[in-house]
């Protein structure tokens, strides 16, 4: 089971800090990342991180902005969202696999292992 935390109401410009807390299943095992969908839209790829932590994978729409990081012993991933904008309105759901879908999160989206429940972030213009 995967736990996101750390949603919010946030001003542009600001940030905040999503968490995700996995139980029941060890994480290093596993790639990890984060998706996102914005109402009326589809959900979409935001980052991921290779279960060894040396390759990162982003959208080009946060990079530079977010930070993806885990911390295997404390079985849990993290993203650092900055400079937030009001389209990353959206809910956040923290994923695991396997597999490192290395730059095709999005292609492969429908054969992800584990999704969590998601956790809503809204930016305020």
């Known amino acids: 089971q995967l736990q996101a935390s750390g949603g919010g109401l946030v001003q542009a410009g600001g940030s905040l800090r999503l968490s995700c807390a996995a139980s029941g299943r060890t994480l290093s095992s596993y790639a990890v990342g984060w998706f996102r969908q914005a109402p009326g839209n589809e959900r979409e790829f935001v980052a991921a991180?290779?279960?060894?932590?040396?390759?990162?994978d982003y959208a080009d729409s946060v990079k530079g902005r977010f930070t993806i990081s885990r911390d295997n012993g404390k079985n849990t991933l993290y993203l650092q969202m900055n400079s937030l904008a009001p389209e990353g309105t959206a809910v956040y759901y923290c994923?695991?696999?396997?597999?490192?879908?290395?730059?095709?999160?999005?292609?492969?989206?429908?054969?992800?292992?584990?999704w969590g429940q998601g956790t809503q972030v809204t930016v305020s213009s």
């Open positions: 991180i290779h279960r060894n932590s040396d390759v990162t």
């Open positions: 994923v695991a696999d396997r597999t490192w879908y290395a730059s095709a999160w999005d292609r492969y989206r429908k054969r992800i292992d584990y």
